[in-house]
Protein backbone atom coordinates (compact mmCIF):
# COMPACT_ATOMS: atom_id res chain seq x y z
CA UNK A 1 0.00 0.00 0.00
CA UNK A 2 1.01 3.87 -0.72
CA UNK A 3 1.62 5.89 2.37
CA UNK A 4 1.07 9.68 3.05
CA UNK A 5 5.41 8.97 4.04
CA UNK A 6 5.94 7.71 0.83
CA UNK A 7 4.26 10.07 -1.40
CA UNK A 8 5.70 12.52 0.10
CA UNK A 9 9.52 11.33 0.18
CA UNK A 10 8.53 10.63 -3.86
CA UNK A 11 7.62 13.91 -4.02
CA UNK A 12 11.02 15.40 -2.58
CA UNK A 13 12.96 12.82 -4.68
CA UNK A 14 12.03 13.33 -8.25
CA UNK A 15 13.02 16.99 -8.70
CA UNK A 16 16.82 15.61 -7.76
CA UNK A 17 16.48 12.77 -10.24
CA UNK A 18 15.29 15.20 -12.95
CA UNK A 19 18.22 17.53 -12.34
CA UNK A 20 20.49 14.71 -13.08
CA UNK A 21 20.75 14.34 -16.87
CA UNK A 22 23.78 13.00 -18.30
CA UNK A 23 24.76 16.06 -20.30
CA UNK A 24 24.06 18.70 -17.63
CA UNK A 25 27.81 19.40 -16.75
CA UNK A 26 28.67 19.89 -20.57
CA UNK A 27 29.39 23.29 -20.97
CA UNK A 28 30.45 25.65 -24.30
CA UNK A 29 34.40 25.25 -25.17
CA UNK A 30 36.66 27.47 -24.37
CA UNK A 31 34.34 28.90 -21.22
CA UNK A 32 36.19 28.63 -17.22
CA UNK A 33 32.90 26.38 -15.93
CA UNK A 34 31.22 27.77 -12.77
CA UNK A 35 29.09 24.77 -10.96
CA UNK A 36 26.52 26.24 -8.36
CA UNK A 37 23.40 25.20 -6.56
CA UNK A 38 21.90 28.62 -6.80
CA UNK A 39 18.31 28.99 -8.89
CA UNK A 40 15.70 31.05 -9.19
CA UNK A 41 16.63 34.58 -7.94
CA UNK A 42 19.74 33.44 -6.58
CA UNK A 43 21.08 32.12 -9.81
CA UNK A 44 19.94 35.57 -11.45
CA UNK A 45 21.57 37.53 -9.17
CA UNK A 46 25.12 35.27 -9.46
CA UNK A 47 24.22 36.46 -13.22
CA UNK A 48 24.23 39.85 -12.98
CA UNK A 49 27.65 39.60 -10.56
CA UNK A 50 29.42 38.02 -13.39
CA UNK A 51 28.03 40.56 -15.88
CA UNK A 52 29.15 43.54 -13.97
CA UNK A 53 32.55 42.04 -12.89
CA UNK A 54 35.97 42.69 -14.93
CA UNK A 55 36.66 38.58 -15.43
CA UNK A 56 39.40 37.94 -17.13
CA UNK A 57 38.44 34.86 -19.21
CA UNK A 58 34.87 33.59 -20.31
CA UNK A 59 32.46 31.52 -17.40
CA UNK A 60 29.56 29.31 -18.38
CA UNK A 61 27.57 28.54 -15.03
CA UNK A 62 26.56 25.18 -14.09
CA UNK A 63 23.39 25.39 -12.00
CA UNK A 64 23.12 22.20 -10.43
CA UNK A 65 20.62 22.69 -7.27
CA UNK A 66 20.95 20.51 -4.51
CA UNK A 67 23.24 17.94 -7.40
CA UNK A 68 26.02 20.40 -6.61
CA UNK A 69 28.51 17.66 -5.50
CA UNK A 70 28.07 15.53 -8.67
CA UNK A 71 30.46 18.72 -9.94
CA UNK A 72 33.13 17.13 -7.68
CA UNK A 73 33.32 13.60 -9.61
CA UNK A 74 32.39 14.69 -13.47
CA UNK A 75 35.86 14.16 -15.16
CA UNK A 76 36.62 15.37 -19.14
CA UNK A 77 35.07 17.97 -20.81
CA UNK A 78 32.05 17.56 -18.18
CA UNK A 79 34.43 18.67 -15.24
CA UNK A 80 33.97 22.12 -13.87
CA UNK A 81 36.84 24.60 -13.43
CA UNK A 82 35.07 26.01 -10.20
CA UNK A 83 32.66 24.39 -8.01
CA UNK A 84 30.69 27.07 -5.28
CA UNK A 85 30.53 24.67 -2.31
CA UNK A 86 27.73 25.45 -0.05
CA UNK A 87 29.46 22.73 2.65
CA UNK A 88 32.90 24.81 3.43
CA UNK A 89 33.29 21.37 5.37
CA UNK A 90 33.91 19.09 3.30
CA UNK A 91 36.73 20.79 2.07
CA UNK A 92 39.39 18.93 3.86
CA UNK A 93 37.98 15.65 2.79
CA UNK A 94 37.98 16.52 -0.88
CA UNK A 95 41.79 17.70 -0.51
CA UNK A 96 42.13 14.33 1.09
CA UNK A 97 40.05 12.69 -1.66
CA UNK A 98 42.77 14.56 -4.70
CA UNK A 99 39.25 16.20 -6.02
CA UNK A 100 40.66 20.30 -5.37
CA UNK A 101 43.89 22.01 -6.11
CA UNK A 102 44.85 25.31 -3.91
CA UNK A 103 43.59 28.57 -4.40
CA UNK A 104 45.84 31.60 -5.14
CA UNK A 105 46.98 31.94 -1.18
CA UNK A 106 47.88 35.84 -1.62
CA UNK A 107 43.38 36.36 -1.96
CA UNK A 108 43.39 35.64 2.06
CA UNK A 109 45.48 38.63 3.00
CA UNK A 110 46.44 42.23 2.30
CA UNK A 111 48.41 44.97 3.85
CA UNK A 112 45.69 45.75 6.21
CA UNK A 113 46.13 41.88 7.74
CA UNK A 114 43.39 38.76 6.86
CA UNK A 115 40.45 39.17 4.43
CA UNK A 116 38.59 36.87 6.22
CA UNK A 117 37.55 35.58 9.73
CA UNK A 118 38.67 32.77 11.31
CA UNK A 119 36.06 30.66 10.99
CA UNK A 120 36.54 30.71 7.21
CA UNK A 121 40.34 29.99 7.41
CA UNK A 122 39.45 26.72 9.66
CA UNK A 123 37.39 25.14 7.05
CA UNK A 124 39.08 25.92 3.65
CA UNK A 125 42.75 25.52 5.24
CA UNK A 126 44.53 22.21 5.00
CA UNK A 127 48.13 22.13 6.32
CA UNK A 128 48.85 25.35 5.17
CA UNK A 129 47.35 25.62 1.92
CA UNK A 130 44.16 27.56 1.17
CA UNK A 131 42.07 25.05 -0.85
CA UNK A 132 38.73 27.62 -0.62
CA UNK A 133 38.07 31.29 -1.11
CA UNK A 134 35.08 32.73 0.76
CA UNK A 135 32.37 33.82 -1.81
CA UNK A 136 28.84 34.23 0.33
CA UNK A 137 27.96 34.54 3.52
CA UNK A 138 24.70 33.76 5.31
CA UNK A 139 23.35 34.78 8.45
CA UNK A 140 21.47 32.02 9.34
CA UNK A 141 20.40 33.41 12.99
CA UNK A 142 17.27 35.54 11.68
CA UNK A 143 13.46 35.55 12.58
CA UNK A 144 11.27 37.21 9.99
CA UNK A 145 7.76 38.39 10.86
CA UNK A 146 5.09 40.75 9.59
CA UNK A 147 5.11 43.99 11.57
CA UNK A 148 1.17 44.38 10.62
CA UNK A 149 0.67 40.86 11.70
CA UNK A 150 1.96 41.38 15.05
CA UNK A 151 0.16 44.69 15.76
CA UNK A 152 -3.50 42.99 15.10
CA UNK A 153 -2.62 40.02 17.00
CA UNK A 154 -1.46 42.03 19.98
CA UNK A 155 1.96 40.33 20.16
CA UNK A 156 5.09 40.81 22.50
CA UNK A 157 7.58 42.82 20.10
CA UNK A 158 9.53 40.01 18.18
CA UNK A 159 12.60 41.26 19.44
CA UNK A 160 11.65 40.22 22.79
CA UNK A 161 10.43 36.33 21.65
CA UNK A 162 12.26 33.19 23.66
CA UNK A 163 11.52 29.80 22.32
CA UNK A 164 9.05 29.46 25.38
CA UNK A 165 7.09 32.20 23.92
CA UNK A 166 7.23 30.29 20.03
CA UNK A 167 5.45 27.48 21.78
CA UNK A 168 2.66 29.28 24.18
CA UNK A 169 1.96 31.24 20.06
CA UNK A 170 2.07 28.32 17.94
CA UNK A 171 -0.43 27.00 20.37
CA UNK A 172 -3.11 29.84 20.64
CA UNK A 173 -2.71 30.84 17.37
CA UNK A 174 -3.41 27.01 16.28
CA UNK A 175 -6.40 26.25 14.30
CA UNK A 176 -6.85 30.02 13.47
CA UNK A 177 -6.94 31.89 10.42
CA UNK A 178 -3.26 32.79 10.89
CA UNK A 179 -0.58 30.48 12.44
CA UNK A 180 2.33 30.99 14.59
CA UNK A 181 5.34 30.20 12.26
CA UNK A 182 5.20 28.74 8.31
CA UNK A 183 7.62 26.48 7.95
CA UNK A 184 9.07 25.46 4.04
CA UNK A 185 10.19 21.54 5.11
CA UNK A 186 10.42 20.62 1.58
CA UNK A 187 13.73 21.94 1.81
CA UNK A 188 16.06 19.98 4.22
CA UNK A 189 18.73 22.98 4.69
CA UNK A 190 15.28 24.58 6.44
CA UNK A 191 15.04 22.15 9.02
CA UNK A 192 19.13 21.69 9.94
CA UNK A 193 18.63 25.33 10.40
CA UNK A 194 15.69 25.11 12.60
CA UNK A 195 17.51 22.32 14.97
CA UNK A 196 20.85 24.45 15.10
CA UNK A 197 19.81 27.36 16.00
CA UNK A 198 17.66 25.31 19.24
CA UNK A 199 20.42 23.00 19.49
CA UNK A 200 23.07 26.09 19.69
CA UNK A 201 20.59 28.05 22.08
CA UNK A 202 20.24 24.90 24.29
CA UNK A 203 24.26 24.13 24.45
CA UNK A 204 26.94 26.04 22.75
CA UNK A 205 29.09 23.29 24.27
CA UNK A 206 27.45 20.52 22.59
CA UNK A 207 27.16 22.07 19.52
CA UNK A 208 30.60 22.89 19.32
CA UNK A 209 31.25 19.35 20.16
CA UNK A 210 29.18 17.73 17.58
CA UNK A 211 31.12 19.92 15.14
CA UNK A 212 34.50 18.80 16.70
CA UNK A 213 34.55 15.49 14.96
CA UNK A 214 33.76 13.08 18.06
CA UNK A 215 30.20 13.17 17.87
CA UNK A 216 27.84 11.59 20.53
CA UNK A 217 24.12 12.51 19.34
CA UNK A 218 22.69 10.87 22.53
CA UNK A 219 23.37 14.15 24.81
CA UNK A 220 20.81 16.13 26.67
CA UNK A 221 21.00 18.73 24.98
CA UNK A 222 20.11 17.47 21.70
CA UNK A 223 17.52 15.30 22.97
CA UNK A 224 15.89 18.72 24.57
CA UNK A 225 16.57 20.11 21.23
CA UNK A 226 14.38 17.49 19.80
CA UNK A 227 11.71 18.17 22.32
CA UNK A 228 11.44 21.89 21.52
CA UNK A 229 11.00 20.29 17.92
CA UNK A 230 8.25 18.32 19.16
CA UNK A 231 6.52 21.53 20.64
CA UNK A 232 6.42 23.47 18.16
CA UNK A 233 5.48 21.03 14.96
CA UNK A 234 2.99 18.89 17.67
CA UNK A 235 0.71 21.31 17.80
CA UNK A 236 -2.72 19.98 15.69
CA UNK A 237 -3.30 22.81 12.65
CA UNK A 238 0.09 24.15 14.38
CA UNK A 239 1.47 24.75 11.06
CA UNK A 240 -0.09 26.45 7.94
CA UNK A 241 -2.06 23.83 5.80
CA UNK A 242 -0.36 21.24 8.58
CA UNK A 243 2.53 19.26 8.78
CA UNK A 244 1.54 17.13 4.71
CA UNK A 245 1.32 21.09 3.48
CA UNK A 246 4.53 22.13 5.07
CA UNK A 247 6.52 18.71 4.04
CA UNK A 248 5.89 19.96 0.04
CA UNK A 249 6.47 23.24 0.98
CA UNK A 250 9.78 25.24 0.08
CA UNK A 251 11.66 27.77 1.72
CA UNK A 252 10.33 30.60 -0.82
CA UNK A 253 6.84 28.63 -0.31
CA UNK A 254 7.21 29.38 3.45
CA UNK A 255 8.83 33.54 3.35
CA UNK A 256 5.41 33.67 1.19
CA UNK A 257 2.88 32.46 3.50
CA UNK A 258 4.16 35.48 6.06
CA UNK A 259 4.37 38.34 3.65
CA UNK A 260 2.12 36.90 0.31
CA UNK A 261 -0.54 35.06 1.62
CA UNK A 262 -0.50 36.08 5.27
CA UNK A 263 -1.13 32.72 6.76
CA UNK A 264 1.59 33.41 9.24
CA UNK A 265 3.55 35.78 11.37
CA UNK A 266 6.37 34.60 11.29
CA UNK A 267 9.06 32.22 9.61
CA UNK A 268 12.44 31.49 10.63
CA UNK A 269 14.69 32.23 7.60
CA UNK A 270 18.44 33.45 6.38
CA UNK A 271 19.25 36.86 5.33
CA UNK A 272 19.22 35.42 1.74
CA UNK A 273 15.09 35.73 2.27
CA UNK A 274 15.38 39.09 1.70
CA UNK A 275 14.64 39.45 -2.15
CA UNK A 276 11.68 36.84 -1.20
CA UNK A 277 10.43 38.81 0.84
CA UNK A 278 10.93 41.80 -1.22
CA UNK A 279 9.06 40.20 -4.02
CA UNK A 280 5.81 39.09 -2.19
CA UNK A 281 5.72 42.47 -0.47
CA UNK A 282 4.99 43.81 -3.70
CA UNK A 283 2.30 41.18 -4.90
CA UNK A 284 0.36 41.83 -1.89
CA UNK A 285 0.54 45.23 -2.25
CA UNK A 286 2.25 46.23 0.71
CA UNK A 287 5.31 48.87 1.65
CA UNK A 288 8.54 47.37 2.64
CA UNK A 289 8.03 48.77 6.50
CA UNK A 290 5.64 45.82 6.89
CA UNK A 291 8.11 43.43 7.01
CA UNK A 292 10.93 43.35 10.09
CA UNK A 293 13.84 40.64 11.15
CA UNK A 294 14.98 39.74 14.75
CA UNK A 295 17.75 37.72 15.57
CA UNK A 296 16.76 33.99 16.41
CA UNK A 297 15.23 33.85 19.92
CA UNK A 298 17.20 32.33 22.83
CA UNK A 299 15.53 29.68 25.23
CA UNK A 300 14.45 32.12 27.52
CA UNK A 301 15.64 35.18 28.44
CA UNK A 302 18.34 34.38 30.58
CA UNK A 303 20.31 32.44 28.12
CA UNK A 304 22.31 33.81 25.18
CA UNK A 305 20.44 33.74 21.42
CA UNK A 306 22.37 31.46 18.70
CA UNK A 307 24.57 33.65 16.35
CA UNK A 308 25.21 31.26 13.42
CA UNK A 309 27.24 31.69 9.94
CA UNK A 310 27.22 29.53 6.93
CA UNK A 311 27.71 30.02 2.98
CA UNK A 312 29.93 28.94 -0.48
CA UNK A 313 33.35 29.09 -1.04
CA UNK A 314 35.01 28.74 -4.52
CA UNK A 315 37.05 26.16 -4.72
CA UNK A 316 38.56 24.96 -7.74
CA UNK A 317 38.73 20.93 -8.95
CA UNK A 318 41.44 19.21 -9.76
CA UNK A 319 41.70 19.45 -12.98
CA UNK A 320 41.49 23.58 -13.44
CA UNK A 321 43.72 25.48 -15.03
CA UNK A 322 45.29 28.37 -14.63
CA UNK A 323 42.50 30.19 -16.67
CA UNK A 324 39.96 29.15 -13.69
CA UNK A 325 42.72 31.07 -10.82
CA UNK A 326 42.11 34.59 -12.65
CA UNK A 327 38.47 34.17 -12.43
CA UNK A 328 38.43 33.02 -8.64
CA UNK A 329 40.50 36.45 -7.86
CA UNK A 330 38.07 38.51 -10.36
CA UNK A 331 35.42 36.87 -8.14
CA UNK A 332 37.30 37.09 -4.58
CA UNK A 333 37.95 40.98 -5.44
CA UNK A 334 35.79 42.70 -2.25
CA UNK A 335 33.45 44.59 -4.68
CA UNK A 336 32.89 41.97 -6.92
CA UNK A 337 29.36 41.17 -5.36
CA UNK A 338 28.15 44.45 -5.53
CA UNK A 339 25.67 43.77 -8.07
CA UNK A 340 23.89 41.26 -6.07
CA UNK A 341 24.44 43.04 -2.71
CA UNK A 342 23.06 46.21 -3.72
CA UNK A 343 20.98 45.18 -7.06
CA UNK A 344 18.67 42.37 -5.16
CA UNK A 345 19.99 41.45 -1.83
CA UNK A 346 19.95 38.48 0.50
CA UNK A 347 23.96 38.42 0.25
CA UNK A 348 26.04 39.13 2.90
CA UNK A 349 29.79 39.84 1.75
CA UNK A 350 32.59 37.40 4.12
CA UNK A 351 35.49 39.73 2.89
CA UNK A 352 36.33 42.58 5.26
CA UNK A 353 37.00 44.67 2.69
CA UNK A 354 33.84 44.60 1.09
CA UNK A 355 32.34 47.95 1.76
CA UNK A 356 28.64 48.29 0.67
CA UNK A 357 25.25 49.77 0.98
CA UNK A 358 23.02 47.06 2.61
CA UNK A 359 19.43 47.10 3.07
CA UNK A 360 17.90 47.95 6.41
CA UNK A 361 17.23 44.56 6.87
CA UNK A 362 20.91 42.92 6.00
CA UNK A 363 22.70 45.87 7.56
CA UNK A 364 23.10 44.88 11.18
CA UNK A 365 23.60 41.20 10.52
CA UNK A 366 26.69 42.46 8.11
CA UNK A 367 28.07 44.88 10.06
CA UNK A 368 28.14 42.65 13.25
CA UNK A 369 28.91 39.22 10.89
CA UNK A 370 32.83 38.85 12.35
CA UNK A 371 31.32 38.36 16.00
CA UNK A 372 29.20 35.20 14.86
CA UNK A 373 31.52 32.12 15.79
CA UNK A 374 29.28 29.29 15.24
CA UNK A 375 29.20 28.19 11.70
CA UNK A 376 26.55 25.92 10.15
CA UNK A 377 26.63 22.46 12.30
CA UNK A 378 25.48 20.43 9.29
CA UNK A 379 28.06 22.44 6.39
CA UNK A 380 31.19 21.24 8.61
CA UNK A 381 29.66 17.16 9.41
CA UNK A 382 30.05 16.15 5.99
CA UNK A 383 27.38 12.95 5.12
CA UNK A 384 26.11 13.26 8.85
CA UNK A 385 24.62 16.64 8.55
CA UNK A 386 23.27 16.01 4.75
CA UNK A 387 20.14 14.66 2.56
CA UNK A 388 20.16 11.37 3.62
CA UNK A 389 21.56 11.74 7.47
CA UNK A 390 19.88 14.64 9.90
CA UNK A 391 18.03 16.04 6.78
CA UNK A 392 15.87 12.92 6.90
CA UNK A 393 15.96 12.24 10.50
CA UNK A 394 14.23 15.47 10.68
CA UNK A 395 12.28 14.86 8.03
CA UNK A 396 10.87 11.40 9.66
CA UNK A 397 10.40 13.37 13.27
CA UNK A 398 8.01 16.41 11.50
CA UNK A 399 6.27 13.39 10.34
CA UNK A 400 5.92 11.56 13.20
CA UNK A 401 5.29 14.26 15.65
CA UNK A 402 3.53 16.80 13.37
CA UNK A 403 -0.18 17.39 14.00
CA UNK A 404 -0.07 15.84 17.34
CA UNK A 405 0.51 12.20 15.55
CA UNK A 406 3.19 10.57 17.44
CA UNK A 407 5.29 10.74 21.10
CA UNK A 408 7.51 13.12 20.99
CA UNK A 409 9.69 11.17 23.20
CA UNK A 410 9.69 7.81 21.79
CA UNK A 411 10.43 10.12 18.22
CA UNK A 412 13.24 11.28 20.09
CA UNK A 413 14.46 7.80 20.86
CA UNK A 414 14.22 7.14 16.89
CA UNK A 415 16.15 10.00 15.79
CA UNK A 416 18.77 9.67 17.94
CA UNK A 417 19.47 6.02 17.30
CA UNK A 418 19.18 6.77 13.58
CA UNK A 419 21.95 9.31 13.51
CA UNK A 420 24.19 7.21 16.02
CA UNK A 421 23.76 3.87 13.53
CA UNK A 422 24.17 6.66 10.61
CA UNK A 423 27.46 8.27 12.27
CA UNK A 424 28.83 5.31 12.29
CA UNK A 425 28.26 3.48 9.00
CA UNK A 426 29.62 6.90 7.43
CA UNK A 427 32.58 6.62 9.35
Known sequence: MTTRRTVLRTAAVLPLLAACSPDVLLGAPGSVRIAVSWSGQELSAFQSVLAAARLPEP????????????????QGRSAPDIVMLPQAGLVRDLVADGRLRPVPQDL?????GPRYSDQWRRLCYHGDRSYGVPFKASGKSLVWYDREAVAELRLADPADWSLLDWSV??????????????????????????????????????????????????????????????????????????????????????????FEHRRAVAVAAPDFAEPVVRDALRRSGRAESAAGVVPFPAVNADRERPRIVGGDVMVLTSAAGPRADAVVRALADPQAPLAWIQGIGGFLGPNARTQAAYSPWSAPTAADLWTWQAFDLSDRIGAVGGRDGLWRVLTEFLITVGDAGGDVRAATDTAVTALTRFERGWR
Open 169 to 258: EVRRLAGTGRRFLALGAADGWVLTDLFENMLLAESPAVYGSLGSGERDWDDPAVRATFAGLGDLWGVREGLPGGVATALVRQFADAVRDV
Open 59 to 74: VEVVPLGDEIYTALTA
Open 108 to 112: WFDAR
